[in-house]
């Protein structure tokens, strides 16, 4: 017999610089700090009463290497779902705004999403759950890659078959 998880819990992330990590998360991502242990880690939340905390972070040893998620193994990217496709083009604005290091933009038939760096190099995503009517219909796969998706990310319509609310 399996073990039966619930959910993933929370993520953690060794940082370059505690206090520009902390101004990223909170500043250009929105988390909420919802914690901090007092020997350099941070807890960040969307909602304590839910999760007490997604993402923790904690300041790595000078000269630590950079992340490489194109040729380490290890974890690859953290995604955070978004509530509609305003948000996306929200976020991709709030992005644009900071100078946040954009790797793409993409349709993947289940979701719109936009991959991006955090400021040590660490790759994350922001998407949102494109409704399987939509999808269902114009794609072979959902889990696949069907082109970028920034003309919309910029106000032009979103295509037919890929329409988020």
Do not use: W
């Not at 060794?14 to 007092?38: A, I, M, Q």
């Not at 494109?130 to 999808?135: A, K, L, M, S």
Request: some cysteine.
């Amino acid at each position: 017999m399996a073990i039966k998880i619930k959910r993933t819990g929370h993520l953690v992330l060794r940082v370059k610089n505690l206090e520009r990590s902390k101004r990223f998360f909170t500043e250009v991502l929105g988390l909420s700090l919802s914690g901090d242990n007092r020997k350099g880690m941070l807890f960040f939340s969307t909602d304590f009463n839910v999760n007490h905390h997604m993402l923790a972070i904690r300041e790595a040893p000078e000269g630590s290497p950079m992340p490489n998620p194109e040729k380490q193994v290890g974890m690859e990217h953290v995604a955070y779902e978004l509530g509609s496709f305003a948000e996306l083009q929200e976020a991709y604005r709030i992005f644009k705004e900071n100078d946040v290091r954009i790797r793409h933009t993409v349709f993947h038939g289940v979701t719109k999403s936009i991959y991006f760096f955090d400021p040590d190099g660490n790759l994350l995503e922001v998407y949102c759950n494109v409704p399987p009517d939509e999808y269902k219909n114009t794609v072979p796969n959902p889990f696949g890659f069907y082109g970028s998706i920034e003309s919309e990310l910029e106000g032009a319509p979103q295509k037919q078959g890929t329409v988020v609310p």
